[in-house]
């Protein structure tokens, strides 16, 4: 490899770490990309990860949520060990849960909750809607309404029907009469 070429190796690993949290330490791949071990710092939340990250261990911090999208921006990040961390598996935790079960789905039987009741002690990968909550979302409020309406042009149908017949009635009463 002529010098030039190594030397711009050597600068492409050197900008990319140059973004490395202060939490962390990073390490160029020669595969282009990032490893960034972030383990056993006691996080409590996720520092600002670099773009190139590619593999991103976590393990052994106190972790407790990951908010949603936020490894949206990291489009090279391929294995995530999120393991030893006290998450708290309710709706919040859906992101990464479904996160982990696209790319490493193996991972989730050893990411084990430490809270709510619900999911206390185990692994993220068996928790079911049911047990993740579903966070109060609800229907948008334009998918209710029809069915508001609907039911109340069946009532104004029904009265005017039940109108006609009476009518219909009198007027044959009268007819008889
Ligand atoms: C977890 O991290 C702490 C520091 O926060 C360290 O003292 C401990 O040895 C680590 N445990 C494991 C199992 O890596
Ligand atoms: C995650 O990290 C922990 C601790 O460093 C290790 O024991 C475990 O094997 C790793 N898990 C995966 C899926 O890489």
Redesign the pocket.
């Known amino acids: 490899m002529p010098a030039w070429g190594a030397l711009l190796l050597l600068w492409a690993a050197a900008e990319a770490v140059k973004d490395c949290p202060a939490e962390c330490t990073c390490q160029a791949l020669e595969t282009m990309g990032l490893w960034v071990d972030c383990?056993?710092?006691?996080l409590t939340a996720l520092p600002a990860l670099p773009v190139h990250t590619r593999h991103l261990l976590l393990?052994?911090?106190s972790l407790s949520s990951v908010p949603p999208g936020a490894f949206d921006h990291l489009p090279q990040l391929q294995t995530l060990n999120v393991t030893?961390n006290p998450w708290h598996c309710d709706c919040g935790l859906t992101y990464l849960r479904l996160w982990l079960e696209d790319r490493t789905p193996e991972a989730l039987l050893h990411v084990h909750c430490a809270s709510p009741a619900l999911a206390d002690a185990r692994p993220l990968g068996q928790l079911t809607g049911y047990r993740l909550g579903s966070c109060g979302w609800q229907l948008p409020a334009s998918w209710t309404y029809p069915g508001l309406w609907w039911d109340v042009l069946l009532v104004v149908v029904a009265t005017l029907g039940l109108a006609l017949l009476a009518c219909l009635l009198c007027t044959a009463t009268e007819i008889f009469d």
């Open positions: 383990r056993g710092r006691g393990a052994n911090n030893q």
